[in-house]
């Protein structure tokens, strides 16, 4: 089956889209990944985004406009991917939409809003398209994320030792694949979400993020402001956890500077780089890793990665793309992998993960031009994912 995964993150800089093969072959999930291609939010569309994030507040005409904006976005990227990536054909596309809200109460997720309306989809694809992948989980008492770890446990099942997958997006998150044990998966805190927020700050919005580390590495760290920003009590709660930039936003930053003054903004950069490589590592030595496959945004930066190795000395760091899962494409394809476990009838939630009572399905399907037709229920769920020769 054909399958185009859409993917907008927390940082909400772009669509990104990835295609691949993929077919269940006895335990074997087996992807040919097709490639993937990212196209920018509208200025317009990306501004109403940062305007109506928390902690700002936004009209419902303002949520009407971002579902159809994002959905419109992601079915303009759809198109594309139909044609560039699938030779014009493609069976199904899955949409993960724009996160908005993840409410999240006492550790507790009571609700979780991705905007982005699937109809467009289907409509400018004609393809049927499952959305809302998070929303099923929730209900069945998990964090309804990270739902990635789907992925991550199928395709580190095979590694040797403790492998652990990160992303670094806007918020990091692992999966642990223990041997013998149910994989762990978890958002650990931010990954560049307070170092973006910081430099939009200092540079009055003039630039996005810090490029290639390079302002955190002309900067010191301040064991003061890195203390205080490490009080937070998320980074103690054990798993099952889930958090956003509904927590981790300027606001929250301005807070801990106010508490803890730092005079050079590129300081403040190289304490949040820091902040972000030692949650993650006291993440990966509580769970005994032992390799750690990286990827998303954060992986491009070679000072946040060179502190990450620092806080993790005989810990092997390398980059998704060795397993066949391009970092940059990697949720992406994650998403295509869920769609497809859910048209099958097989579930894409790991309950060690998310903390739900059960794995269950994921999503809801809106049929495309034709009658919905879906293949027959998949006997067994899959053990690996093997990827086979990509693009
Ligand atoms: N060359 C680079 N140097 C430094 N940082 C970079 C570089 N390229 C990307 N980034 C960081 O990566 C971020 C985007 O990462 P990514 O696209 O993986 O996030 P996301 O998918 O939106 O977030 P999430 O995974 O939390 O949903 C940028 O905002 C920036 O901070
Ligand atoms: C609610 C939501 O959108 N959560 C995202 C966010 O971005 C990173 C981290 O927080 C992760 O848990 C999750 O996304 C990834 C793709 C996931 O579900 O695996």
């Known amino acids: 089956m054909r399958v185009i995964g859409l993917m907008s993150g927390t940082s909400y800089d772009a669509v990104e889209a990835a295609a691949a093969d993929l077919e269940l072959r006895g335990e074997a999930l087996v992807m040919r990944p097709l490639g993937h291609l990212s196209a920018p939010y509208p200025d317009e569309l990306r501004d109403l985004i940062a305007g109506s994030l928390p902690p700002a507040s936004a009209t419902l005409r303002d949520v009407a406009r971002l579902d159809t904006g994002v959905g419109q976005a992601f079915a303009d990227v759809a198109v594309r991917a139909v044609g560039e990536l699938c030779g014009g054909a493609a069976d199904l596309v899955v949409s993960h939409g724009q996160t908005m809200y993840h409410w999240v109460e006492d550790g507790a997720v ?82 560049n979400a307070l170092m973006d927020a910081a430099v939009r700050h200092f540079t009055g919005g003039a630039a996005q993020y810090d490029e290639d580390g390079r302002r955190a590495g002309a900067g010191r760290i301040d064991p003061a402001l890195l203390r205080v920003l490490l009080d ?50 006291d993440a990966c030595r509580a769970h005994g890793v032992t390799r750690l496959v990286v990827s998303g945004g ?94």
Do not use: C
């Open 110 to 191: 009571r609700g979780t809003l991705q905007l982005g309306q699937p109809a467009w989809i289907a409509e400018a694809t004609g393809l049927p398209v499952v959305s809302d992948l998070r929303a099923r989980d929730v209900a069945a008492g998990g964090q309804g994320a990270p739902l990635v770890a789907m992925t991550d446990a199928l395709a580190l099942a095979a590694l040797p030792g403790v492998p652990a997958a990160l992303n670094l997006g806007g918020i990091a998150n692992v999966t642990v694949v223990a041997p013998g044990a149910e994989p762990l998966a978890f958002d650990t805190g931010p990954a």
């Open 232 to 281: 937070d009590p998320y980074y103690a709660r054990p798993a099952p956890k889930s958090t956003g930039k509904e927590h981790f936003h300027l606001p929250y930053l301005l807070q801990a500077l106010a508490a803890s003054p730092v005079g050079e903004p590129d300081d403040v950069l190289a304490t949040l780089a820091r902040l972000t490589a030692v949650t993650v590592a």
């Open 298 to 391: 954060g992986a491009h930066n070679p000072v946040l990665m060179g502190m990450l190795g620092e806080e993790l000395p005989g810990v092997a760091l390398g980059s998704s793309d060795a397993l066949g899962l391009p970092s940059d494409a990697k949720e992406a394809l994650a998403f295509a992998l869920l769609g497809f476990l859910t048209v099958h009838g097989l579930p894409g939630a790991i309950p060690s993960g998310t903390g739900a009572r059960r794995a269950s399905l994921l999503g809801s399907i809106t049929p495309g031009r034709e009658p919905l037709r879906l293949p027959e229920p998949a006997g067994r769920p899959p053990r690996v994912l093997r990827i086979t020769g990509g693009r």
